[in-house]
């Protein structure tokens, strides 16, 4: 069946530093989706990217899909303790095919 | 939110008893469905819903049963709960097509002893 990895598991960032987690799936993507869980929370919807190659901006979070729609990253610069959370990707291999989620990327902030 | 509720919220139940969680939303949407999200695993699909009676199996879908008699209803039941099933649940619908965007309820934490 579809598989989705993410990598890292974790992530330790000192607050004000970038870095960028990674999402793999075994088949092509009709889309991919990011999902952000706050601790004790459940997940949201971030955005959803369609287009191979297509990069999108939400302020200090840049999400590309690779050429070949079968990778996405997030990449997150100058992190705050406000970017504290579990990532997760979700794929879909096409339209009416159910979403697979990741394994997710747990980010920790140390101010 | 997208009008999503679950209940119970917390729950502490024995092994071998049945237990049932239900997922409550107030707009009418067609598709719905059940995660159970543990450490290292990520969501992993349950059961899932496209309208009233139609349901099917997702990935983990051993020791549950589900039902929708009603669109605003998607009850998920451990039949004989087991230690194996502690987890935290979350329900889940799209306002579209099932590989839309979908909108999460706030989750049930389930302890079996």
């Known amino acids: 069946g579809q598989q989705v990895m993410q990598i890292p598991q974790y992530q330790h960032v000192q607050e004000g530093e970038d870095f960028t987690t990674y999402c793999n799936s075994s088949?092509?993507?009709?889309?991919i989706q990011w999902y952000k869980q706050r601790p004790g929370g459940h997940p949201v919807f971030l955005i959803q990217?369609?287009?191979?190659?297509e990069v999108k901006k939400q302020k200090r979070l840049t999400f590309q899909f690779g050429e070949a729609k079968k990778n996405s990253s997030l990449h997150i610069t100058a992190t705050q303790t406000t970017d504290v959370g579990t990532y997760f990707c979700?794929?879909?291999?096409?339209?009416?095919?159910?979403?697979?989620f990741g394994g997710g990327t747990r980010v920790l902030v140390k101010p | 939110d997208a009008g999503i509720t679950q209940s119970p919220r917390h729950k502490v139940t024995e092994t071998g008893t049945p237990v049932t969680l239900r997922c409550h939303q107030t707009e009418n949407h067609r598709y719905m469905y059940w995660y159970r999200q543990d450490p290292g695993h990520g969501l992993r699909l349950i059961h899932y819903s496209y309208g009233v009676k139609d349901t099917d199996k997702g990935e983990v879908s051993d020791g549950y049963s589900v039902s929708r008699s009603k669109t605003e209803d998607f009850l998920l039941t451990l039949e004989s709960a087991t230690s194996s099933q502690t987890s935290v649940y979350f329900c889940?619908?799209?306002?579209?097509?099932?590989?839309?965007?979908?909108?999460f309820g706030p989750g049930t934490r389930l302890t079996v002893l």
């Open positions: 889940a619908i799209t306002r579209g097509a099932e590989t839309d965007t979908q909108y």
């Open positions: 088949t092509t993507l009709s889309n």
């Open positions: 979700a794929g879909a291999k096409a339209a009416g095919n159910k979403l697979t």
């Open positions: 990217l369609v287009k191979s190659g």
